[in-house]
């Protein structure tokens, strides 16, 4: 009895060696499977408004991405804010904090409004034959200056935030797509966030 407990105590330790073996095989076929490869991401923050405005010419890629949405949108004026250019491989994340101009209806020369915006994990899958590109998270967020009147005739400036969230956006890669839209309430406006990716050589 004694010698049949001991075997079975030698097949259990080598039962588990062979299950640590096979794990650590999995994680480094994991890791073998993804991608070295690096990407251009092109964002382009593009502002929308009923303003009369003279017109600055855009890129042609973001020109054709507002057109597949403007029918959507009751807006006279685009204008394009900025243009933020990053390499990233995947799991990769972008962040990108700046003062937005433009918008004079909430702010003044001493007091901005900022606005961040962020992706979070780029993913890459095959859908139908082609390669996508993705993000787990976009996140964009706006902090705009609140002035409270006080007794003394004087004001004090806090800052308020206002924001969204999209979880789980995929893209083609090689083409310019509006992947977010963000309306300014307090101003009648409308930011566009438009994404253009590009394969490096």
Known sequence: MKKLLNLL?????????FVNLSAQDELKTDASQKSNEIYKIYTYTVMASNNSTVNKKMPDEVSRALDDIKKDFAYKDYQLLSTQFQLIKESGDVLYRSVLNNLDEVSDKNYPVFGDWSYQGLTENMINGRKQLGFKTFRFNMRFPVKTPTKDDASVVTYDSIGITTRNIDFPVGKSIVIASFPIEISDKTLFFVIRTESVK
């Not at 105590?9 to 588990?16: C, D």
């Open 9 to 17: 105590s030698v097949l259990f330790i080598i039962s588990i060696g």
